[in-house]
C-alpha cells in the first residue's frame, strides 16, 4: 500500500509522537484505574480481615466466602468492558480522541483519507493491540515500541486498522 494521499489545500501530516502517545495511553488507564481501585477497597479489605480471622493454615475461597472474591470480578469484568468500550467509541467516534488524547493534542485518523476510522477500525485496532499483548507480553511491547522506527510512527494495531495518530495541536 502506497503511502497517504494528503488532500487537497492540507498540509502534510503531522504524525504523533511517541511520548505523547504513551501520555495519552498513560492518561486514559489512569481514568479507570483510581476508580476501579478506589471502588476495590471494601472488597480487599474485607478479603484481608478474613484471612486474618481464619484459623492458622491455608486460606481458601471456604474461610474467606464467595461474596467479596464474585464482587471484585464483576466489577474487574465491568471495568474491563467499559474500557474497551470507551476506546472503540472514542477512538472511532468523529473527533478520534480519548481524553488522554484530548490532552496531549492527537487524534486517530485513517491512514488514507485522515477521517475517523469509524468503530470498526477501532475496534480492530483495540482487539489486535490487546491480541498483541496477551500473547506472552513480547509481541506487545514490539507494538508499543513500533512508531520509534516507523516512518509513519505506527503501532502494529494502527497497521492492521489502516489507521495513523496524528499531533493536532496548533
Same mark, same amino acid.
Given at each position: 500500500?502506497?503511502?497517504?494521499? #494528503?488532500?487537497?489545500?492540507?498540509?502534510? %501530516?503531522?504524525?504523533?509522537?511517541?511520548?505523547?502517545?504513551?501520555?495519552?495511553?498513560?492518561?486514559?488507564?489512569?481514568?479507570?484505574?483510581? %476508580?476501579?481501585?478506589?471502588?476495590?477497597?471494601?472488597?480487599?479489605?474485607?478479603?484481608?480481615? &478474613?484471612?486474618?480471622?481464619?484459623?492458622?493454615? *491455608?486460606?481458601? #475461597?471456604?474461610?474467606?466466602?464467595?461474596?467479596?472474591?464474585?464482587?471484585?470480578?464483576?466489577?474487574?469484568? +465491568?471495568?474491563?468492558? /467499559?474500557?474497551?468500550?470507551?476506546?472503540?467509541?472514542?477512538? /472511532?467516534? %468523529?473527533?478520534?480522541?480519548?481524553?488522554?488524547?484530548?490532552?496531549?493534542?492527537?487524534? #486517530?485518523?485513517?491512514?488514507?483519507?485522515? /477521517? *475517523? +476510522?469509524?468503530?470498526? @477500525?477501532?475496534?480492530?485496532?483495540?482487539? #489486535?493491540?490487546?491480541?498483541?499483548?496477551?500473547? $506472552?507480553?513480547?509481541?506487545?511491547?514490539?507494538? $508499543?515500541?513500533? *512508531? !520509534?522506527?516507523?516512518?509513519?510512527? &505506527?503501532?502494529?494495531?494502527? @497497521?492492521?486498522?489502516?489507521?495513523?495518530? !496524528?499531533?493536532?495541536?496548533?
Amino acid at each position: 500500500m502506497a503511502g497517504a494521499v #494528503v488532500p487537497s489545500g492540507m498540509a502534510a %501530516p503531522r504524525y504523533a509522537g511517541w511520548w505523547r502517545r504513551v501520555g495519552a495511553w498513560l492518561i486514559d488507564w489512569c481514568i479507570f484505574l483510581v %476508580p476501579s481501585l478506589l471502588l476495590s477497597i471494601p472488597f480487599i479489605l474485607e478479603i484481608f480481615e &478474613q484471612i486474618a480471622n481464619a484459623q492458622s493454615g *491455608p486460606v481458601g #475461597v471456604e474461610e474467606i466466602g464467595t461474596a467479596p472474591l464474585a464482587l471484585l470480578m464483576v466489577g474487574s469484568l +465491568i471495568l474491563n468492558v /467499559g474500557f474497551i468500550a470507551y476506546e472503540i467509541i472514542m477512538n /472511532g467516534g %468523529p473527533r478520534g480522541q480519548t481524553v488522554g488524547k484530548m490532552a496531549l493534542s492527537i487524534q #486517530v485518523r485513517d491512514a488514507d483519507n485522515f /477521517g *475517523p +476510522i469509524g468503530y470498526g @477500525k477501532a475496534a480492530v485496532r483495540y482487539f #489486535v493491540g490487546y491480541a498483541l499483548v496477551a500473547a $506472552c507480553w513480547i509481541p506487545g511491547i514490539v507494538d $508499543c515500541l513500533f *512508531p !520509534l522506527w516507523d516512518e509513519k510512527k &505506527q503501532t502494529i494495531h494502527d @497497521k492492521a486498522a489502516n489507521s495513523v495518530v !496524528l499531533d493536532v495541536r496548533r
